[in-house]
């Protein structure tokens, strides 16, 4: 579960006041009438996916744990950010399984290519390629080396029986390859944009296949989507904190930054970056989204946080219950001084961190915080937190007045570089 | 080597202009009469530095990789994030090496800590403890846990062989014990702040330890001292860089977007946030430093540097020569739609994704870019790189009128911390 905290914005807001405004954008939200309104399918989701290939996800990620020591996840932006959020969030760093999750197919850093090549030598592979179109240039370039790694050293049959596709339905590039080898295939749906993904195959199978219990996490999506589609802004989190952003860069707050304070939890904040910038980072508008993993980068960025240009605001998720907690060991030399904490949780260490934080943020330094508290670290739980943060970003993107769900501007540097790669 | 490239900063300097203001900044920084000039011991370092300290370094580090299969470097901020950036450039990710290193101390995630106990349980572990003062909260609860487990492991007498500190001369909490103990132990100059420090014994033990040549990033830094301490602005591209930071921020741009190409050139970043940000956010003043690395994050944050709020410029890193390339493949079927890349360098692909962005930014996106391009990913480039980013971060700062070497913001949230923890 989830609570928003906004006793530390720096300002008083009379919710009703913005309740019309917010109705009417509602209305076109739920009503699929609003701007982008064909790429609105993330809505509906959770209750009309497709439970047939939902039992085929699970299927496929026993095999892949069975059959595998490294799972390549080929794909680029939501076809990979979603389920490293989520995989890191849920497993925590460090964590000793059977199968690792390795991402490519996101570069074109010859450096990683051939150093991932080396490193999966010796190891039982199998590859999770994940293209709408199937034609992303950096997947595409990843797909054809790995797939010929793979086809090499298991045989062209063994092969088909270690890739998995998740693609579009019928077109694209890799559609005619599922048919032809008979690859064992998923759907990426026409009405959910990448950075909404998540949700569906494309970050469901390689979290499956992490061994995360996906039912868990689906249940998680239906109470986000019923949690936070309410009209009424004083009863839904979502829409307050959609509002407070808008309100924060009317005031000149033009960056937010996220902020965690467990490094498995910095990656929320990388598909934070995308779901957010992609979507209202457009007509010269939108917040620019920004993010710190503390205490840890309080000794390199807090010094700008507390007394640099006043330009931000910070959006802080933090968790109730740890992945794994431990006691401060005793000392009897207390040679460091530290025996002040023996046998304190250090959770709670990292806690009164965080509340310290926020006290100089805000009081000494007035930087407005903004609180996300999340119950744990579950698979219900981020489920849960995605329609969150889905329902939130969609209604302060109409409230900007842009169209949340297109991204024009990626497309001009892959023009300028499909022209000097001699792409026809 | 290094080159800076100003073709694309959207805007004509005529650096004659700046000379008087710069040489008299240039004359306050060599002749240490300047603000903070107390902690300009970074300055002569690479002359000046102790050579049988040095020696030792590389001794242990030997030792270090006989004796471990993990060095657990523990430290935070400017302790390790040099180090950390310095070995993620030199030796990629994904090298196999028989030394692992893994940075504690800079977190009070319990659950970090929890999972690094586990990891380590059965490795041969040695430990490079680094803190001034000893007391650093988050480096001195994971000092004591860790150094716990190596007595437990190994037996106090054998644990001693295993613990390097890195430290104050005299003062602090560290000196003491490797008194008591006889620790090996080096030392943290007094007048060098610790996001300087990647110089010193705080960097060189780690980075030597991962098996590079200090001896050569050594003469980097001698170079890159000597080349970019010229007083003559047209001849010196670190002041170039100082000042352009300095005219694109008047412009409005208070966001520097560090960008780099490749993944294992990240860290490089996240070392310059610190050095720029806590060195020049203060007064309510300074660029907001924010980081990404394409063309991975060209599927995220791109769409907001094309066409969403202009508060940015980008300061892109570029590599000339990668550590490793290879040729993409052949497939004579096609079904990828990407023989038209058949037989080009990975590398050179890479690049034209690096030059058709900064087109596409720069041109349609009216975005500032400047270029630093690297001649490789070499212990020596780094050396002289570091020496590039410490001029010009002095320079930049002195021109904004701020003291570049205290952080007196970073102290706010330790007061408000400590009162919660209940530390006398």
């Given at each position: 579960m989830l609570k928003l905290n906004l006793d530390h914005v720096l300002m008083d807001v009379e919710w009703e006041k913005y309740q019309p405004r917010v109705s009417e954008l509602h209305h076109q939200l739920l009503?699929?009438?609003?701007?982008?309104?064909?790429?609105?399918?993330?809505?509906?989701?959770?209750y009309e996916y497709?439970?047939?290939?939902?039992?085929?996800?699970?299927?496929?990620?026993?095999?892949?744990?069975?059959?595998?020591?490294?799972?390549?996840?080929?794909?680029?932006?939501?076809?990979?950010?979603?389920?490293?959020?989520?995989v890191e969030m849920i497993n925590g760093h460090f964590k000793q399984d059977s199968l690792e999750l390795i991402f490519v197919g996101n570069t074109f850093s010859s450096t990683e290519i051939v150093r991932v090549l080396d490193y999966i030598q010796d190891k039982e592979v199998a590859i999770n390629v994940i293209s709408k179109s199937g034609s992303t240039t950096e997947t595409a370039i990843a797909f054809r080396i790995f797939r010929q790694f793979v086809e090499e050293k298991y045989g062209i049959e063994e092969s088909i029986n270690r890739i998995y596709v998740t693609t579009d339905k019928e077109r694209g590039l890799l559609r005619p390859l599922v048919k032809e080898r008979g690859y064992e295939s998923f759907i990426i749906p026409d009405d959910i944009g990448g950075r909404f993904s998540v949700i569906t195959a494309v970050g469901l199978l390689p979290i499956a296949a992490a061994g995360i219990n996906i039912d868990k996490m689906m249940k998680g999506f239906v109470d986000g989507r019923n949690e936070f589609s309410k009209e009424n802004i004083t009863e839904n989190p979502a829409y307050q904190y959609a509002l407070?952003?808008?309100?924060?860069?009317?005031?000149?707050?033009?960056?937010?930054?996220?902020?965690?304070?467990?490094?498995h939890?910095?990656?929320?904040?990388?598909?934070?970056?995308?779901?957010?910038?992609?979507?209202?980072?457009?007509?010269?508008?939108?917040?620019?989204?920004?993010?710190?993993?503390?205490?840890?980068?309080?000794?390199?960025?807090?010094?700008?946080?507390?007394?640099g240009t006043k330009l931000l605001f910070e959006t802080v998720i933090t968790t109730k219950?740890?992945?794994?907690?431990?006691?401060?060991?005793v000392d009897a030399t207390n040679a460091d001084g530290m025996s002040y904490l023996e046998n304190k949780s250090l959770h709670w260490v990292n806690q009164q961190a965080m509340l310290g934080t926020l006290?100089?943020?805000?009081?000494?330094?007035?930087?407005?915080?903004?609180?996300?508290?999340?119950?744990?670290?579950?698979?219900?739980?981020?489920?849960?937190?995605?329609?969150?943060?889905?329902?939130?970003?969609?209604?302060?993107?109409?409230?900007?007045?842009?169209?949340?769900?297109?991204?024009?501007?990626?497309e001009v540097y892959k023009k300028n570089m499909f022209k000097r790669l001699g792409k026809e």
């Open positions: 009503s699929k009438t609003g701007k982008g309104n064909d790429y609105l399918g993330w809505l509906d989701w959770p497709d439970k047939q290939e939902f039992e085929r996800i699970k299927k496929a990620a026993i095999k892949i744990r069975e059959q595998a020591q490294v799972l390549l996840v080929c794909g680029i932006g939501g076809s990979y950010l979603g389920s490293k959020a989520a407070m952003r808008r309100l924060l860069q009317e005031q000149g707050k033009d960056v937010e930054l996220f902020v965690t304070y467990e490094s939890l910095s990656f929320i904040s990388e598909w934070l970056k995308q779901l957010d910038g992609e979507s209202e980072g457009k007509e010269g508008k939108g917040l620019f989204p920004a993010s710190v993993t503390n205490s840890t980068d309080l000794h390199s960025m807090g010094q700008f946080v507390q007394e219950n740890p992945l794994a907690d431990m006691k401060f060991p006290e100089a943020h805000t009081v000494e330094g007035n930087v407005p915080n903004i609180l996300i508290e999340l119950e744990d670290n579950s698979a219900y739980t981020f489920g849960y937190m995605v329609y969150f943060f889905f329902m939130a970003l969609a209604m302060t993107a109409y409230y900007l007045d842009v169209n949340p769900f297109d991204q024009p501007g990626v």
